[in-house]
């Protein structure tokens, strides 16, 4: 049966070949046999459901916990010409009738329902009189009470299952990996746990990274203003958070929507709609937002607070990115905000929890100190054993100078300690700075000898300097009345001398994806399709299909059929549409090179002879020692276009050490991977490397070569 599942993936998902574990799922369902499949957020889990359901005879029920994935997944099957409904509350009492009339008839390959339906005997003897091969239970580790979301009524599956006279197959799918929590839905369920398909934790096409010491919101708004096109979600860790957050972006005219437990349910699911539909691109929302969104371009998902434990984190941060396109997860991490966790654990849990959810709470807070792989921290958390460097999270990629701040971290400990270690951030940086502020001369901290001894730099810099001295724990704070800072055990070594502070330079806001002119095209004929439609546009076509047309350019539908998530439906629908922008683009932009092309340009092209002499002015920078992001400052240009002008020079053999710009690690790396893949085209290279091993430090380094060879 299995040799009809890749015809099968092509022609209706438009998909080319099975994602790690899929295979595996498939051919044990098909064989028989209950099954569990253990697999990351948009590790591609339908799929292990929805190809046996099109190839086993009947109708495959898929219980599934939420209305608006049930929902969306339908619409994203009809799509691809695949028949499919859902029952659950969301109907009308009619309306379900009708379609449990026509699921009895085998009307539907799938169909999903929630789990309460199975509450209701009526409901099973309807199911009784259908021809139900296999049974998907959806995030199935509600099942279980260890897990972090229970359903009681997810109890009632077995029961369900043991009623029918066929007894269907069962696949279990699940992306939480504790081992307690996947020997419970096996035993509930009757897998033998030998049929357990798990793949690794880790998400490829995710970095992550911690920020710490920085002005939160500073970040957060430039972050914002650089990846404005793109969609995103901020967590906030309460309702009260989240408001003023909202507001906040409303108004520095950020198209923000907003959700949280305490809004209205109709206001809930408006905001929710509009994110999803695209036509607001930030959500800010407390956790409560998100079980169940199914939106796969969602490019970054920023943590405004510290999140109460992994689970939590590692489910929240893997909603960026489930289409498999680079996307990021960034946490602000402050220390206070482990005074509200704590405090919401303190409220909630009941005594026996307690502790054990403080345990969890500390090893966020771990996670948010270390310094080592933040992804390799992630999936060893989870049990993986065998883990390595990602290469790809804040941590792997940090090269960021330290600068020594010793002295000024001694002068705002004593100014604390002066002040009676009874006064909070604001003011102290004032005393420091020597503000002639009322409030400073009533409490006589005019006559202090800290008085001023920063004067030299702004109130707002030192209160940021302040921050930093919280976040390394040097500080801390006390939460009475108001927030008073004091000196930490760590901090009396520092005034003592017996311990030295390093603060890195600021972590510079990125541009998660670069603007590539037809896709922007192309997100705009989807946007008017799925607005024509009804649906939302990730269900038209995901980003990555939109990125792989932008590479392949098809201009025919043959080639149209060749863009990965393009099956046979698809391109009869929409294929004219989008062809026929397509060419008109490729008109207007006769130049046009797709993002991804021209990063694989082929070496032997000469480079474009830019406008006058400007790179020799580069080179002149270059070589009186400064760097490429000072060089830009300089010349008022765009990092990019000095480092082409430093390519120029190099390939022009101009004089220069261009290695110094590649860290000497990288070298017997790119040695490697220069012998193994040739020198003709930069793609092959860059596959084999780490990603932050930049096409440009490739480029520099394979001119080196040509040079030396000659
Ligand atoms: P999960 O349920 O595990 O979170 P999904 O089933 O939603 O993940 O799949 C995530 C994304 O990956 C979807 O956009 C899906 O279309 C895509 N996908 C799944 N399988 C493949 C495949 N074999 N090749 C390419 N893309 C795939
Ligand atoms: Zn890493």
Not at 296 to 307: A, D, E, G, K, W
Request: charged share 25%; net charge neutral; with cysteine.
């Amino acid at each position: 049966m299995f040799e009809q599942a890749l015809p099968l993936l092509e022609s209706y998902f438009g998909y080319h070949s099975f994602r790690n574990g899929q295979e595996q799922a498939i051919r044990s369902v098909l064989a028989g046999k209950n099954t569990i499949c253990v697999m990351p957020t948009g590790g591609g889990k339908s799929i292990c459901y929805q190809i046996p359901a099109l190839i086993l005879p009947g109708t495959t029920i898929v219980i599934s916990p939420l209305i608006s994935l049930m929902k969306d997944q339908v619409d994203a099957l009809l799509q691809i010409g695949i028949s499919a409904t859902f029952i659950n509350s969301s109907l009308r009492f009619n309306e379900a009738n009708e379609r449990m009339y026509e699921a009895k008839k085998g009307t539907y390959k799938l169909l999903y329902i929630a789990p309460e339906r199975l509450e209701s005997p009526d409901f099973i003897k309807d199911l009784k009189s259908m021809n139900i091969p296999l049974v998907a239970v959806d995030e199935a580790h509600c099942i279980s009470q260890w897990g972090h979301d229970f359903r009681p009524s997810y109890r009632h599956i077995q029961q369900m299952i043991d009623h029918m006279p066929q007894r269907p197959k069962v696949l279990a799918l699940t992306a939480t990996a504790t081992p307690l929590v996947r020997e419970d839905i096996c035993r509930q369920l009757d897998i033998d746990e030998r049929n357990t398909v798990i793949t690794g934790f880790e998400r490829e096409n995710l970095s992550f990274s911690v920020i710490k010491g920085q002005d939160r919101l500073k970040f957060l708004f430039e972050y914002l203003k650089k990846n404005e096109n793109e969609a995103g979600i901020i967590y906030a860790a309460t309702r009260k958070n989240v408001d003023l957050l909202y507001e906040r972006l409303r108004k520095e005219h950020i198209n923000a929507a907003k959700y949280h437990a305490g809004m209205g349910d109709v206001e809930r699911a408006r905001e929710q709609e509009r994110f999803l539909e695209d036509k607001a691109s930030v959500m800010v929302a407390t956790s409560a937002f998100g079980m169940g969104i199914d939106k796969s371009n969602i490019r970054y998902v920023i943590h405004f607070q510290l999140p109460k434990n992994m689970e939590s984190y590692y489910q929240e941060a893997g909603r960026a990115g489930r289409d498999g396109l680079a996307s990021e997860c960034i946490l602000l991490y402050s220390p206070q905000d482990v005074q509200i966790q704590r405090f919401l654990i303190d409220q909630a849990s009941d005594r026996s929890r307690k502790s054990a959810e403080l345990e969890k709470l500390q090893q966020m807070v771990d996670y948010c100190h270390t310094e080592n792989c933040l992804q390799e921290f992630i999936v060893s958390y989870f049990g993986e054993a065998e883990t390595k460097p990602c290469g790809r999270c804040g941590n792997c990629t940090d090269n960021r100078g330290k600068i020594e701040v010793t002295r000024e971290a001694q002068m705002v400990l004593s100014c604390v300690v002066r002040m009676g270690q009874r006064f909070g951030k604001n003011i102290t940086a004032q005393v420091l700075t020597g503000s002639k502020n009322k409030k400073v001369t009533d409490m006589g901290f005019h006559k202090l000898p800290t008085y001023g001894i920063m004067q030299n730099k702004g109130a707002k810099e030192v209160g940021d300097f302040i921050e930093f001295l919280i976040a390394q724990e040097i500080i801390g704070i006390e939460h009475g009345q108001f927030p008073t800072l004091f000196v930490t055990p760590k901090g009396k070594d520092v005034l003592l001398g017996k311990e030295q502070v390093f603060r890195r330079e600021t972590v510079q806001v990125k541009q998660v994806s670069k603007n590539d002119p037809l896709f922007e095209t192309l997100r705009e004929v989807r946007k008017r399709i799925a607005d024509r439609e009804n649906v939302p546009p990730f269900v038209i076509f995901s980003d990555a299909a939109l990125k792989d047309m932008c590479a392949k350019i098809p201009k025919t539908s043959e080639e149209f059929l060749q863009v990965s998530g393009v099956g046979e439906h698809k391109l009869q629908k929409y294929g004219q549409e989008f062809i026929q922008e397509i060419r008109a683009f490729c008109e207007e932009h006769p130049d046009y090179k797709s993002e991804l092309e021209a990063d694989s340009e082929p070496l032997k092209k000469p480079a474009k002879k830019t406008v006058g002499e400007s790179h020799l002015e580069t080179l002149k920078l270059y070589q009186s020692g400064l760097s490429i992001a000072e060089i830009a400052k300089e010349q008022g240009l765009a990092i990019s276009t000095v480092e082409t002008h430093l390519l120029q020079c190099a390939q022009q053999s101009l004089e220069a050490d261009f290695t110094r710009l590649i860290p000497d690690e990288y070298i017997p790396l790119l040695e490697n991977a220069v012998a193994e893949a040739g020198r003709e085209r930069l793609k092959p290279i860059k596959e084999l490397l780490p990603e932050e091993v930049s096409y440009f430090m490739i480029k520099l380094y394979v001119y080196h070569l040509s040079k030396t060879a000659r």
